[in-house]
């Protein structure tokens, strides 16, 4: 029988990395159902006992969809309300906004998302090719890989850290090649993909430098 007294143990990233493929694959399943069911008037039901989650198909679980509903009502309701007021000059975000996105890194990735949208409205050819929704899926989903890295002021769980860097280096990678295919169809110029290239490349190393560093405090705090 194991002691009660046994500390917990600590995942590092490949524990977190396990579980984030798990949450994929059911998000992944969950996706498939809605395209599915998106228009049958029992689609909750149906996908809820789909993916397992009984506890939504009684009585309390019906109440908290209601609520969740109710929910979603409300936050739209406050977002249109404050896209119609004007932001007063000097407003101050909260700590909580500001956790990851005035870290350089992730404004140096969400600007890259920026920029490709203006060059592909700028040139819309561009976007017929495949390398370029490749391109700019891959620059988003790095994004928002670094925000739920770097959205941790206390780095608590570092190895969950870790993974989802893994992840955003992996976006940039795939990036990376899809730049290199737009080149080579000559769907990119020189000087664009020359910046795009010099972008990418700039927010790939400083990922790698970011795991380095989290692994060396990784070992320092667990294995020293």
């Known amino acids: 029988m194991a002691d009660s007294d046994e500390p917990e143990k600590i995942w ?38 789909e993916m397992g989650w009984y506890h939504l198909l009684d009585k309390d679980g019906e109440k908290w969809a209601e609520n969740v509903d109710s929910l979603f ?16 000059d000097g407003a101050a975000q909260s700590d909580e906004d500001e956790s990851f996105e005035v870290h350089p890194l992730y404004k140096a990735s969400f600007a890259l998302t920026v920029w490709i949208d203006q060059l592909f409205e700028e040139s ?14 891959n620059a988003a989903i790095a994004s928002a890989k670094l ?12 190895g969950m850290t870790i993974a989802y860097l893994k992840r955003a280096l992996k976006a940039v990678t795939t990036a990376i ?14 000087e664009r993909f020359a910046t795009l290239n010099q972008r990418l490349f700039q927010i790939r190393d400083g990922i790698i430098e970011l795991m380095g560093d989290f ?3 990784w070992r320092r705090r667990y294995e020293g």
């Not at 739209?76 to 896209?83: F, I, P, V």
């Not at 090649?177 to 020189?190: F, G, H, N, P, V």
């Open 147 to 158: 925000a739920a890295a770097l959205s941790d002021d206390d780095v608590d769980e570092i």
């Open 215 to 217: 692994r060396i405090e």
């Open 73 to 88: 009502e409300e936050e739209n309701a406050a977002l249109e309300g404050q896209e119609d007021d004007e932001p007063g």
């Open 177 to 190: 090649d899809s730049a290199m295919q737009l080149r080579k169809d000559a769907a990119l110029d020189a």
């Open 12 to 49: 590092d990233e490949y524990d977190w990395e396990r579980f984030l493929q798990q949450q994929d694959r059911k998000t992944e399943k969950y996706m498939e159902l809605l395209e599915r069911y998106i228009d049958d008037p029992n689609r909750d039901q149906i996908i809820a006992r």
């Open 124 to 137: 819309h050819d561009i976007q017929n090719q495949p390398a370029a929704g490749r391109l700019s899926s």
